[in-house]
């Protein structure tokens, strides 16, 4: 459907210019799966269709805003994106790689492009997991399960945890008023099959996009400075299996994806990796 009923709760919002309709029904049609999605194609005149807008926008858990030549003239999605980001819940992307308006540059925008223009999927999953990281319930660390001999690591068994704090330094690539703290935390059982963890940026500058974690003892961590919002994924590489008279059983990476509001500052996570080895010791 194209509008959720307001009886209930719309976990998404799109926000699109008229001109990028066809898009934003794509955009719609993959994110809907298992989710309340308020999509308006053409928005015809009328207070009343205008005010039901309004009203999905301000309930709306999370609103995607498709940048693009056409939706930077529009006064519409300005004032969508500036809604959402005032609410700390606004997830932009780019469907033409022309980037935001000036307003709203210091906010990293992955490009979905290739998923436009070639049906490359990997871009939709990255903004689903960008989408699940910021209105989903985390799941407990306590819950985390340990993993067996016999069976491969799985995501059930890991975290991609994070915080963040200002700082207002001037890198090289610019001021970056925020650094994040990255860390892949799970279960001992877990921990000790990963060999390494490599830390992807998307939209960070050429050459500061990925990077490779620290060591086990550190949780695989990651520390960078950044701007705004970020989508972080960390691709974790495993030792293969040892089965007593076997040959060795290779583990293909799993890839964890999470979701960065900067103006949610935390706690640092220092305190949290020496506790935890504190307990292992």
């Known amino acids: ?14 926000s699109h210019s008229s001109d990028d309709s066809e898009i934003a029904k794509r955009v719609f049609e993959v994110l ?14 009328g207070a009343d269709w205008n005010e039901l807008v309004q009203r999905e926008l ?12 056409n939706a930077k003239k529009s006064l519409w999605v300005h004032g969508e994106a500036a809604d959402a980001f005032e609410r700390g819940c606004y997830i932009p992307v780019s469907i033409d790689d022309t980037g935001p308006p000036k307003l709203f540059k210091q906010v990293q925008t992955p490009s979905i492009s290739r998923w436009v223009s070639l049906g490359d999927m990997t871009p939709m999953y990255m903004l689903k997991s960008a989408i699940s990281t910021l209105i989903d ?5 306590q819950n985390l399960e340990d993993v067996k001999s016999e069976e491969p690591v799985e995501s059930k068994h890991l975290h991609l945890i994070h915080s963040c704090w200002r700082v207002n330094k001037t890198s090289k690539f610019g001021f970056m008023p925020y650094q994040i703290h990255l860390i892949v935390y799970g279960h001992e059982s877990a921990l000790a099959r ?5 830390y992807y940026l998307p939209g960070y500058p050429n050459g500061h996009d990925r990077q490779r974690g620290g060591p086990e003892n550190r949780l695989f961590e990651l520390k960078e400075l950044a701007n705004g919002f970020s989508i972080a994924q960390a691709k974790i ?15 293909a990476p799993i890839t964890l994806s999470r979701f960065i509001n900067m103006s949610d500052n935390g706690p640092r ?3 949290f990796i020496l506790s935890r080895a504190a307990r292992v010791t």
Do not use: N
Request: glycine letters at 6%; charged letters at 20%; a positive charge.
């Open 1 to 14: 459907m194209y509008g959720a009923a307001m009886a209930d709760i719309t976990d998404i919002f799109i």
């Open 237 to 251: 590489h495993f030792w293969p299996r040892i089965k007593q008279g076997k040959q060795p059983i290779p583990q």
């Open 58 to 69: 301000r309930a709306a858990r999370c609103v995607v805003v498709l940048w693009s030549a």
């Open 32 to 45: 809907q799966e298992g989710r309340r999605v308020f999509f308006a194609p053409d928005i015809p005149a």
């Open 194 to 198: 990963i060999e390494f963890v490599e």
């Open 137 to 141: 319930k985390p799941t407990g660390y």
């Open 269 to 271: 996570l220092d305190s």
